[in-house]
Antibody
C-alpha cells in the first residue's frame, strides 16, 4: 500500500522560506503525478501545486504561482515544495497527495493517497 | 478557473438517515469529479472518483451520480462513523484542480 510522509514544516517569519519534503513508498513513484494540497486552520481544502510524472510538467494555484516551486526526485522517491516569500495566509497544514491515475496523461487528477500533513505557520 | 459550490454547508442527520450532498461546477466538467471524507485532524480519504466509481474498500452505502455541472453524493443509511466533513473536487482542467468549500455532516 502506498505511504506518504511529509516533513519540513514549522514556524517561519513573513517573507521567509521553507522547503517541504514528501517521502513516498509502496508504489512506483515515477509512474504517478503528485500534488500538494493545503488546509488553513478551520478551513477547507485548497489545491496548491501539481507535478507530472515526467519532470517539467508543473502546475500552480494562482495564490502561490511565482512564490512556490514544486519538484520531484524519482531516484529518491521524494516530492518537494519550495516555498518563498511566505505570507500569513500561507499558514496551513500541507498535505502531499498521490494522483489516482496510473501514468496519467491529463494530470492533475483526483488523489487516492494522502500523507498525514505538516503544519506551516507564518508569523512574526 | 472552475469554481465548485457545495450545498448544504452543514447538514444535521441521524443514524439510519439517507442523506444527499450536492456539488455544482461553474462550467461543465463531464464526469471528472471526486468526493472525499475528512475527519478532524486526519487527511482526506477518497470515496468516489469519476463521479460514480466507488473507491476500493469504501462501503457500498456511499454512491455518487451526476455529470456536466451537477453532482450528488448519497449515503443510503448513515452510520456513526460517517459523521465528518465531505468535499467534492473537479479534475477536468488540464492544469489545475479545485475543491468545493465542504459540507459538515453533524449528528442531529
Amino acid at each position: 500500500e502506498a505511504q506518504l510522509s511529509e516533513s519540513g514544516g514549522g514556524l517561519v517569519q513573513p517573507g521567509g522560506s521553507l522547503r517541504l519534503s514528501c517521502a513516498a513508498s509502496g508504489f512506483t513513484f515515477s509512474s504517478y503525478a503528485m500534488g500538494w494540497v493545503r488546509q488553513a486552520p478551520g478551513k477547507g481544502l485548497e489545491w496548491v501545486s501539481g507535478i507530472g510524472r515526467i519532470i517539467g510538467s508543473t502546475y500552480y494555484a494562482d495564490s502561490v504561482r511565482g512564490r512556490f516551486t514544486i519538484s520531484r526526485d524519482n531516484s529518491k522517491n521524494t516530492l518537494y515544495l519550495q516555498m518563498n516569500s511566505l505570507r500569513a495566509e500561507d499558514t496551513a497544514v500541507y498535505y502531499c497527495a498521490k494522483d489516482g491515475v496510473h501514468e496519467s496523461v491529463s494530470a492533475p487528477d483526483y488523489f487516492d493517497y494522502w500523507g498525514q500533513g505538516t503544519l506551516v505557520t507564518v508569523s512574526s | 478557473d472552475i469554481q465548485m459550490t457545495q450545498s448544504p454547508s452543514t447538514l444535521s442527520a441521524s443514524v439510519g438517515d439517507r442523506v444527499t450532498i450536492t456539488c455544482r461546477a461553474s462550467q461543465s466538467i463531464s464526469s471528472w469529479l471526486a468526493w472525499y471524507q475528512q475527519k478532524p485532524g486526519k487527511a482526506p480519504k477518497v470515496l468516489i472518483y469519476q463521479a460514480s466509481s466507488l473507491e476500493s474498500g469504501v462501503p457500498s452505502r456511499f454512491s455518487g451520480s451526476g455529470s456536466g455541472t451537477e453532482f450528488t453524493l448519497t449515503i443510503s443509511s448513515l452510520q456513526p462513523d460517517d459523521f465528518a466533513s465531505y468535499y467534492c473536487q473537479q479534475y477536468s482542467s488540464l492544469s489545475s484542480v479545485s475543491f468545493g468549500q465542504g459540507t459538515t455532516l453533524e449528528i442531529k
